[in-house]
């Protein structure tokens, strides 16, 4: 197969994300797997850049590595995690995961070495026109062919936001706290008493 510089660089943004997913879950320290994922981000981003997706190349680095990995590291470096406590059951279910991961390889495998999905048959992309737009083709195909799927992507991560809400919800009792509507129904009659006193003169 001939190598131009689009798959050079093809290939070297698919090593990198590799080597870094492989460094999210392999990495000691919580920080370093963090920044790991950030880097593997980045080339997925310039994975999508390659396929002419722009709009989700910069969704990819705005909101995850803008926001959601941002909040991570803040997480991570300001609550005291206790590594040892989390390598506890490590052991325990790492046949589990390895052989779910063996399983995920062999399909992974099975998929590249169909004849089906050889390179050399893959049909060549239609050129599109100077000022054709993919986030407009994307924002169509959302509000129209899929928009039932879409919106109930939408329901279900609205109640998975729900539910995480209500598992971290505890009450505590004898526990202060303000109440806004009070503090806004307070009269000054209430807060205020004026002490009427006799001034002293000193003899």
Not at 50 to 64: D, G, K, R
Not at 77 to 94: A, C, H, Q, S, T
Not at 129 to 138: I, M, Q, R
Request: charged share 15%; net charge positive; proline share 3%.
């Amino acid at each position: 197969m001939y190598i131009n510089f689009q798959n050079a660089i093809f290939y070297f943004f698919a090593t990198v994300l590799v080597c870094s997913a492989v460094g999210v879950i392999t990495a000691r320290n919580p920080v370093h797997a963090a920044l790991l994922l950030v880097l593997a981000f980045f080339t997925s981003s310039g994975l999508w850049l390659l396929l002419n997706a722009e709009f989700l190349a910069i969704t990819l680095v705005l909101v995850y590595v803008g926001a959601v990995m941002v909040l991570f590291l803040f997480v991570v470096m300001m609550l005291d995690v206790n590594l040892d406590r989390l390598r506890e059951g490590f052991w325990k279910w790492f046949p589990f995961g390895a052989l779910l991961a063996l399983i995920m390889a062999a399909e992974i495998s099975m998929v590249i070495m169909n004849e089906q999905f050889s390179l050399n048959k893959m049909p060549t992309p239609p050129l599109r026109p100077v000022d054709y737009s993919n986030t407009k083709e994307l924002g169509r195909l959302i509000y129209t062919e899929y928009f039932y799927a879409f919106e109930l992507a939408a329901v279900i991560l609205l109640v998975a936001i729900i539910a995480a809400i209500a598992l971290t919800l505890r009450h505590r009792v004898g526990r202060k706290f303000l109440d806004p509507a009070q503090q806004i129904a307070v009269k000054k009659k209430d807060r205020i008493r004026v002490v009427s006193m006799t001034s002293e003169t000193k003899e």
